[in-house]
């Protein structure tokens, strides 16, 4: 009886958040835009001050709105923060059992960029190949001091599918390049080879020059390969 009616309290809640988040569509708000009072809140939606709360704080977790003490509320600007944190978490959870999730991560990141790749080379101006290729030699001149940054990496990946003009595709695929950056970090201690990275950027680089997806997908898979690899050195867990 107890589960059922913690059960039940949880669709409440659901519930209510669905409210809030068809009551800020119906009324046309965008982001930056205030959300009514508490007071407004609980009595356009019938509801208590502290079952209200307790919706905005998951709301607020979820990128929906923003709680500024002091100030108010308000909708959120668009962004994938609170997902991308929880998929780091996932990972980072998955890798201290089975690896599993990781790897699934993983899949879900690579389906989408080569999926997304020869697309992408085929909006590419030439202005953009140069973006690309200046990407790639700032990571040449970085790996001959022995170094591979991560900056330089995400920028790299960025102007590969800058010539797609979907800044919420971005966003998506930054979100997926922070949760393997997170992999990388947990599945051990071994540094990457800076001059095998920036080799391997630059052949990507020539295959996107030469409209080559197939070669440049084909480069692009070889660093999940690599980090599978890890993940299945790792101990038992």
Same mark, same amino acid.
């Given at each position: 009886? @107890?589960?059922?009616?913690?059960?039940?309290?949880?669709?409440? *809640?659901?519930?209510?958040?669905?409210?809030?988040?068809?009551?800020?569509?119906?009324?046309?708000?965008?982001? %930056?835009?205030?959300?009514?009072?508490?007071?407004?809140?609980?009595? !356009?939606?019938? &509801?208590?001050?502290?079952?209200?709360?307790?919706?905005?704080?998951? *709301?607020?977790?979820?990128?929906?709105?923003?709680?500024?003490?002091?100030?108010?509320?308000? &909708?959120?600007?668009?962004?994938?923060?609170?997902?991308?944190? %929880?998929? @780091?978490?996932?990972?980072?959870?998955?890798?201290?059992r089975d690896g599993e999730d990781a790897l699934q991560l993983l899949g879900i990141r690579e389906a989408l960029e080569r /999926?997304?790749?020869?697309? !992408?080379?085929?909006?590419?101006?030439?202005?953009?190949? $140069?973006?690309?290729?200046?990407? &790639?030699?700032?990571?040449?001149?970085?790996? /001959?001091?022995?170094?591979?940054?991560a900056a330089a990496d995400a920028e790299f990946h960025r102007c590969l599918f800058e010539p797609l003009g979907n800044d *919420?595709?971005?966003?998506?695929?930054? @979100?997926?390049?922070? &949760?393997?950056?997170?992999?990388q970090l947990e599945a051990g201690p071994g540094m990457e080879d800076a001059s095998a990275v920036a080799a391997l950027y630059?052949?990507?680089?020539?295959? !996107?020059?030469? %409209?080559?997806?197939?070669?440049?997908?084909?480069? *692009?898979?070889?660093?999940? $390969?690599?980090?599978?690899?890890?993940?299945? $050195?790792?101990?038992?867990?």
């Amino acid at each position: 009886m @107890v589960r059922r009616a913690r059960f039940s309290a949880q669709s409440r *809640l659901r519930a209510l958040q669905a409210d809030i988040m068809d009551l800020i569509l119906e009324r046309g708000l965008e982001a %930056g835009d205030p959300l009514p009072t508490e007071n407004e809140l609980t009595a !356009a939606l019938g &509801v208590g001050r502290n079952t209200l709360r307790e919706s905005l704080k998951v *709301l607020q977790a979820m990128g929906v709105l923003e709680i500024r003490h002091g100030f108010g509320m308000f &909708v959120a600007s668009g962004n994938f923060d609170a997902f991308a944190e %929880g998929l @780091v978490f996932r990972s980072r959870l998955s890798l201290r059992r089975d690896g599993e999730d990781a790897l699934q991560l993983l899949g879900i990141r690579e389906a989408l960029e080569r /999926g997304l790749l020869p697309a !992408a080379l085929a909006a590419a101006t030439p202005a953009r190949l $140069e973006r690309l290729d200046e990407a &790639v030699r700032h990571i040449e001149d970085l790996a /001959g001091t022995g170094e591979h940054s991560a900056a330089a990496d995400a920028e790299f990946h960025r102007c590969l599918f800058e010539p797609l003009g979907n800044d *919420l595709l971005l966003q998506l695929l930054a @979100v997926f390049w922070k &949760v393997h950056r997170r992999i990388q970090l947990e599945a051990g201690p071994g540094m990457e080879d800076a001059s095998a990275v920036a080799a391997l950027y630059r052949g990507i680089h020539d295959a !996107a020059l030469a %409209g080559d997806a197939e070669t440049a997908g084909r480069l *692009l898979s070889s660093r999940f $390969e690599a980090l599978r690899a890890r993940i299945a $050195e790792l101990p038992d867990r």
